[in-house]
T-cell receptor, first 113, second 114 residues
Framework: GESVGLHLPTLSVQEGDNSIINCAYS??????FIWYKQESGKGPQFIID?????DKRQGQRVTVLLNKTVKHLSLQIAATQPGDSAVYFC????????????FGGGTRLMVKP | KAGVTQTPRYLIKTRGQQVTLSCSPI?????VSWYQQTPGQGLQFLFE???????NKGNFPGRFSGRQFSNSRSEMNVSTLELGDSALYLC?????????????FGPGTRLLVL
């Protein structure tokens, strides 16, 4: 598959453990945040999103936390499975910028069986 | 419902040539955005089309252009190709242009410029 970053930070976890992937953003005008998962040879896949008026949102096995004070976003994956191995990107959208997404550099998650 | 489709999936061109990539959005989606993904620069926004009009443009040279048809299908064109244009070109579609609209990505077209 393609390389999505020569120097991607990598998180290695044991199957069944919880994973936490972090993302820092710098644009104070960003109002909407999204996490995407990209597997080798595929396009980014939507995981979960959060609006700036929230600080936590939960999905199936995933939770996103937003701390606007320090401009930090995190993705928590419960009971990580081998199928969760991928590169994870956070993306932000600024009001009045249409559908333009600004992506973070990505984190590679490796799940050890 | 079928996802976003992009054609071709792989393409090899030489410097100076031009290339046209195609994107078919999810049925009913009217907004199409294009992104370039490279190992060095990551995912970068190229442009967005909604109802056949370009609504936003990223910081790319004029060699990169696009258009959207009445059926929401979109094409992007890169003229006078450079080695640095080698990348994965991703298309994403959403239902409208609403702020909280989820964007769904296609598998991408991998372009190699020799």
């Amino acid at each position: 598959g393609e390389s999505v970053g020569l120097h991607l930070p990598t998180l290695s976890v044991q199957e069944g453990d919880n994973s936490i992937i972090n993302c820092a953003y710098s644009n104070s005008a960003s109002d909407y945040f999204i996490w995407y998962k990209q597997e080798s040879g595929k396009g980014p896949q939507f995981i979960i999103d959060i609006r700036s008026n929230m600080d936590k949102r939960q999905g199936q096995r995933v939770t996103v936390l937003l701390n606007k004070t320090v401009k930090h976003l995190s993705l928590q994956i419960a009971a990580t499975q081998p199928g969760d191995s991928a590169v994870y990107f956070c993306a932000e959208k600024e009001k009045n910028a249409g559908n333009m997404l600004t992506f973070g550099g990505g984190t590679r998650l490796m799940v050890k069986p | 419902k079928a996802g976003v489709t992009q054609t071709p999936r792989y393409l090899i061109k030489t410097r100076g040539q031009q290339v046209t990539l195609s994107c078919s959005p999810i049925s009913g989606h009217r907004s199409v955005s294009w992104y370039q993904q490279t190992p060095g620069q990551g995912l970068q926004f190229l442009f967005e089309y909604f109802s056949e009009t370009q609504r936003n443009k990223g910081n790319f040279p004029g060699r990169f252009s696009g258009r959207q048809f009445s059926n929401s299908r979109s094409e992007m064109n890169v003229s006078t190709l450079e080695l640095g244009d080698s990348a994965l070109y991703l298309c994403a579609s959403s239902l409208f242009q609403g702020f909280f609209e989820t964007q769904y990505f296609g598998p991408g077209t991998r372009l190699l410029v020799l």
